[in-house]
């Protein structure tokens, strides 16, 4: 009773960021926990075409709608604070009639696109369908985030999440084609979850064509599109490329070891939802100097994290799928030490945020795309669909080096400070976490070695326990506030 008493004292902002976050974990878990059915009840032919299609998706999604439910839709909000639900309408107005012009485009030149995605018009209408349905419950989402009503967010992610992989199975299970089976069935559950969103928030705003709004939301948002576009291709062209240059077979392979290894981002997703807000609040301060003294901490517990993922991929891959994706044990490495390396470029983006720079975040994600794309059709060809999660690193690794050349840019600028974060230390702490990822690599055919070194870890960590603790009990103790 304490604790609930305790509960309902907390702000609505805290109680609704903590719900928001089991949400998201809930999300990813119920996903996990399904993964390996599907890898059971599909051949790692159908779970590459599966895969592919959702990394097209993504990718059309971006060119359909714009991404108008991402930054123009939050700047809006605050510019159009005293009609925020005409506003909300207006753009769900906008969204549709963009998703309807682009299934025009697509049915009157039908056979290209099919011949260029590689999938059949079921599959392209799903995924059209997909991209709306997703897009028009993504505003309502954010709505109810920015005015901390988690409730029903909560009950509806939830329900979608259970029924996604229930109704999957079911459809997979009586149909002979199981890839469109599994799309078919994402299709029915986020028609029915998600598209009375768009009526609710129609019939709150009452507008479906607005000239300034519409003139605001495309000025905006259509500048970001290559950053936004450039982020998707960066995680996504992988197994696109892997299935045109090798196969579907060994894209579904590299989609498992993909899935694993991004297990992780909930760690990195938990950090930031405190450690960004406290970030910008502190650059409002300038109280730079404190930013670092939890930053490194943080980044070595990120490095573990995901070195447990590689310590473990054997087992782990046994856990999530048959002997025929065991291949994958061997292309985790690299991806989950991408997944540090996310983490680390982003406590160097705030700085371009706070200061505007948005050009310099749109350049780094437009590079890394490219190189990304360059170096898979020049290594997967001559060294296989293993060579991709190489190139992914080597990507994300770049993208971290640019995003901190351009933060020190920023910070010289605006506040006459070169080093926030030395780089030797985030050198050093990345260098130590790429080499043992790599020696763990090494060590996969003796287990062991491999068990013996989790035993050291523990007992180092029970040794450090009292520092551990500390540095989460810092960490917990961050101030919340608004990014604006």
């Not at 702000?11 to 809930?26: G, K, T």
């Not at 369908?129 to 909560?154: C, G, L, P």
Request: proline share 3%; aromatic share 18%; net charge positive.
């Amino acid at each position: 009773m304490n604790l609930i008493n305790k509960y309902k004292t907390f702000p609505v902002q805290i109680r609704a960021s903590f719900w928001f976050l089991i949400s998201s974990f809930l999300q990813r878990g119920i996903s996990i926990i399904t993964t390996p059915i599907f890898t059971r009840i599909l051949s790692t032919n159908e779970y590459g075409n599966y895969n592919v299609f959702n990394s097209w998706l993504g990718i059309v999604s971006i060119i359909v709608t714009l991404n108008l439910y991402c930054g123009v839709y939050m700047t809006g909000l605050v510019k159009f604070s005293d009609k925020k639900a005409v506003y909300t309408s207006a753009l769900q107005g906008l969204t549709l009639t963009l998703c309807t012009v682009w299934t025009l485009i697509y049915l009157v030149f039908q056979n290209y696109w099919n011949n260029l995605f590689g999938l059949t018009t079921v599959q392209m209408l799903s995924m059209l369908i997909m991209v709306w349905t997703s897009t028009t419950y993504a505003f309502w989402a954010t709505n109810q985030r920015v005015e901390y009503k988690y409730q029903v967010m909560i009950i509806v992610t939830l329900l979608v999440s259970f029924a996604k992989p229930i109704l999957g199975i079911v459809f997979v299970l009586c149909s002979d084609d199981k890839v469109t089976a599994r799309i078919l069935a994402l299709v029915v559950v986020e028609l029915v979850g998600y598209s009375w969103t768009f009526f609710y928030q129609m019939f709150k705003g009452k507008v479906f064509y607005d000239k300034e709004i519409w003139k605001y939301a495309l000025s905006f948002n259509i500048p970001l599109i290559p950053h936004y576009l450039s982020a998707v291709i960066l995680n996504n062209s992988d197994r696109i490329m892997i299935e045109k240059l090798v196969g579907a077979s060994e894209a579904g392979i590299y989609s498992l070891a993909y899935s694993i290894s991004m297990l992780m981002i909930l760690f990195n997703s938990a950090a930031q939802q405190t450690l960004l807000p406290w970030i910008y609040q502190k650059i409002k301060e300038k109280k730079q100097e404190e930013i670092h003294n939890v930053v490194y901490p943080l980044m070595a517990f990120i490095g573990v994290m995901n070195i447990l993922i590689i310590l473990f991929a054997p087992e782990v891959v046994r856990l999530f799928a048959p002997s025929s994706y065991f291949e994958a044990i061997y292309v985790i490495p690299p991806i989950a030490l991408s997944v540090f390396f996310m983490f680390i470029y982003d406590v160097f983006v705030p700085f371009e945020f706070y200061f505007e720079k948005t050009k310099y975040i749109a350049t780094s994600s437009i590079i890394s795309a490219i190189l990304n794309m360059i170096l898979n059709f020049i290594f997967i060809p001559q060294f296989g669909y293993m060579a991709a999660g190489y190139t992914t690193l080597i990507c994300y690794i770049m993208n971290a080096i640019l995003h901190f050349l351009f933060m020190r840019k920023v910070c010289i600028e605006e506040i006459g400070i070169q080093n926030v974060y030395k780089a030797q230390i985030v050198v050093i702490v990345s260098v130590l976490m790429c080499g043992v990822g790599f020696i763990f690599l090494a060590l996969y055919d003796f287990t062991i070695a491999r068990y013996i070194i989790a035993l050291l870890a523990l007992f180092i960590l029970f040794f450090f326990r009292n520092r551990v603790f500390g540095l989460i009990k810092q960490f917990t103790k961050l101030k919340k506030v608004p990014t604006n």
